[in-house]
């Protein structure tokens, strides 16, 4: 269930209210209120092993500027997406500093999204281990990293793996279209994750929705959490 502010610890109500601010002062979310959408397939790697999907299923991947300040230039990308059908859940990644066992976390600023490695901002639980997926983008739609409906085009490839103290190993690839039809505003990575994995640690989960709910009250908008 998606927390609200009369349940969120004491600790959180600044960051909820930071963001509330930030929602109010642009009248949209206060993060990644610029992006693009494509929609296509997950198609699962062949040796995937749970909690991820084994099988294919219509995906929508949602390519954003962190600052949304120019519609080019260095910003912190995002790349959010939503696997659709059964067991559906949400997925929201920065681009970071690298792939390396400390460089992932970190947010980092990249020009283009065919050019940066994306991490989810935490770790998901699963079973005793901590685990992290990366992400890397390629394709047309993924040159230069602009917002502008008439600059993005074609098509993207989406590859993601998990990385744990076990190693890293492929999860899924996302095949994906620009489409200018479907609107997404809502991914709340925090409420609708995958079966068998859930975002760690708990605190950090509680601060992330608080900043949600924070966007998403300042900017007028009443639907579920906001992210990337």
């Not at 206060?30 to 084994?54: K, Q, Y």
């Not at 859940?89 to 390396?100: A, E, R």
């Not at 460089?103 to 989810?120: I, M, Q």
Request: aromatic share 6%.
């Amino acid at each position: 269930m998606t927390a609200t502010a009369g349940t969120l610890p004491w600790w959180v109500s600044p960051v909820s209210a930071a963001a509330r601010l930030g929602g109010r002062a642009r009248g949209a979310r206060a993060l990644h209120t610029r992006g693009v959408v494509l929609t296509g397939r997950w198609v699962p790697a062949p040796d995937v092993s749970d909690p991820w999907p084994r099988t294919p299923s219509d995906a929508v991947v949602r390519l954003s500027r962190g600052i949304s300040l120019a519609s080019s230039g260095p910003d912190l990308l995002g790349l959010a997406f939503r696997r659709l059908g059964p067991g559906e859940f949400d997925v929201l990644m920065s681009s970071c500093v690298g792939p390396g066992p400390v460089a992932r976390v970190p947010p980092a600023p990249a020009r283009s999204w065919g050019r940066a490695t994306y991490s989810t901002l935490a770790p998901y639980q699963v079973g005793p281990r901590w685990t992290w997926l990366l992400a890397t983008a390629g394709g047309p739609a993924t040159d230069g990293s602009s917002t502008e409906p008439n600059d993005v085009h074609g098509e993207a490839v989406v590859s993601l793996s998990a990385v744990s103290r076990k190693g890293r190993h492929d999860v899924a690839t996302l095949r994906v279209e620009i489409d200018r039809t479907t609107v997404v505003e809502s991914f709340d990575p925090v409420t609708d994750h995958p079966t068998g994995a859930v975002l760690a640690p708990a605190w950090l989960g509680a601060v992330r929705e608080a900043a949600y709910s924070g966007s998403r009250s300042g900017s007028g908008r009443h639907g579920p959490s906001e992210g990337a």
